[in-house]
T-cell receptor
Framework: AQSVSQHNHHVILSEAASLELGCNYS??????LFWYVQYPGQHLQLLLK??????LVKGIKGFEAEFIKSKFSFNLRKPSVQWSDTAEYFC????????????FGTGTRLTIIP | DAGVIQSPRHEVTEMGQEVTLRCKPI?????LFWYRQTMMRGLELLIY????????DSGMPEDRFSAKMPNASFSTLKIQPSEPRDSAVYFC???????????????FGPGTRLTVL
């Protein structure tokens, strides 16, 4: 069965620092990849997604992620973080395109210090 | 749109009691998902429905858990009897469900925090 690993459980950064959150999945076939975010007190919401084409995808709020098939990775990046980026970030994978099932990682808590 | 609505938001119960969690999906959405979030296991899909029919229930932990979707606007997740290890946040999500594809964005509710003593 597929799985998703997010090795950074808690990341603390200062404002304006660059961000990279790791996401690795285990599945040998074609995948769809997602990043969801949960801001404090808010619902989980979609940040960005990759289905095919350009492996560098851009999402909301200046976030981007790069799919590297050879590394089974889909890392999330932002060149300059803001205090408002404090949230929990979840990577997810879908491997069955006729099925909407998502497999999530355990999440990374990001804390931005003003 | 009100978004996905879940009730109750918090539930505290004693071991052995029956617990029922409720979800109202976004109007017009055809797929509904139940997830469980714990510190140890993260966010896990328990079951999902498309057009009120269970499509994938491989994540339902055991017979104590059951889920129903009697109509397009309502679903329940029931735990009977509840155990302390069921303590978690339970999320409901819905998507347009068109073609049963993961292209459809899932919209999440606020979650129900369940504590079983």
């Amino acid at each position: 069965a597929q799985s998703v690993s997010q090795h950074n459980h808690h990341v603390i950064l200062s404002e304006a620092a660059s961000l990279e959150l790791g996401c690795n999945y285990s599945y040998g076939g074609t995948v769809n990849l997602f990043w969801y975010v949960q801001y404090p007190g808010q619902h989980l919401q979609l940040l960005l997604k990759y289905f095919s084409g350009d492996p560098l995808v851009k999402g909301i709020k200046g976030f981007e992620a790069e799919f590297i098939k050879s590394k089974f990775s889909f890392n999330l990046r932002k060149p300059s973080v803001q205090w408002s980026d404090t949230a929990e970030y979840f990577c997810a994978v879908n491997v069955d395109f006729g099925n909407e099932k998502l497999t999530f990682g355990t999440g990374t808590r990001l804390t931005i210090i003003p | 749109d009100a978004g996905v609505i879940q009730s109750p938001r918090h539930e505290v119960t004693e071991m052995g009691q029956e617990v029922t969690l409720r979800c109202k999906p976004i109007s017009g959405h055809n797929s509904l998902f139940w997830y469980r979030q714990t510190m140890m296991r993260g966010l896990e899909l328990l079951i999902y429905f498309n057009n009120n029919v269970p499509i994938d229930d491989s994540g339902m932990p055991e017979d104590r858990f059951s889920a129903k979707m009697p109509n397009a606007s309502f679903s329940t997740l029931k735990i009977q009897p509840s155990e302390p290890r069921d303590s978690a946040v339970y999320f409901c999500a819905s998507s347009s469900g068109v073609g049963g594809s993961s292209y459809n964005e899932q919209f999440f509710g606020p979650g129900t925090r369940l504590t079983v003593l």
